[in-house]
């Protein structure tokens, strides 16, 4: 992702000095950082929709899932990551709810893609 940002940046910047009104280098300088948060934004909205496009027909196991797995799900933060992965061993999908590891309304929206391999 930082190459990402890298490139994004090379491409941005020739176009702060596109404007046809004289700028300090002060000017130069705020409008370059306001480009570059903007760029980050973008960018993390940007590699929060791949993983979740790469992981939208599949379903996880919650018995097997990584960190890193479980937070490409839907309002999944580190620390319910974390949690799931302390409460194993699950026998069903619904003990998420049942253990109090998450609320059930955010297990309504990641029911469907959640599983227990056996």
Not at 43 to 70: C, F, H, P, V, Y
Not at 81 to 94: F, G, L, N, Q
Request: aromatic fraction near 2%; proline fraction near 5%; glycine fraction near 4%.
């Amino acid at each position: 992702m930082n190459s990402r940002v890298t490139l994004a940046l090379l491409l941005a910047i020739p176009l702060v000095g596109c404007d046809t009104k004289p700028n300090n280098p002060a000017a130069v300088r705020e409008k370059a950082a306001e480009t570059t948060a903007e760029i980050k934004r973008d960018s993390k909205a940007i590699a929060q929709g791949i993983r979740e496009g790469w992981t939208r027909d599949k379903t996880l196991d919650i018995n097997t899932a990584s960190n890193e797995q479980l937070q490409g799900l839907p309002g999944v933060i580190p620390k319910i990551a974390d949690s799931i992965v302390a409460h194993r061993p699950y026998t069903k999908v619904s003990e998420l709810v049942e253990k109090h590891v998450i609320s059930k309304a955010a297990y309504d929206k990641i029911e469907d893609r959640l599983t227990i391999k056996r």
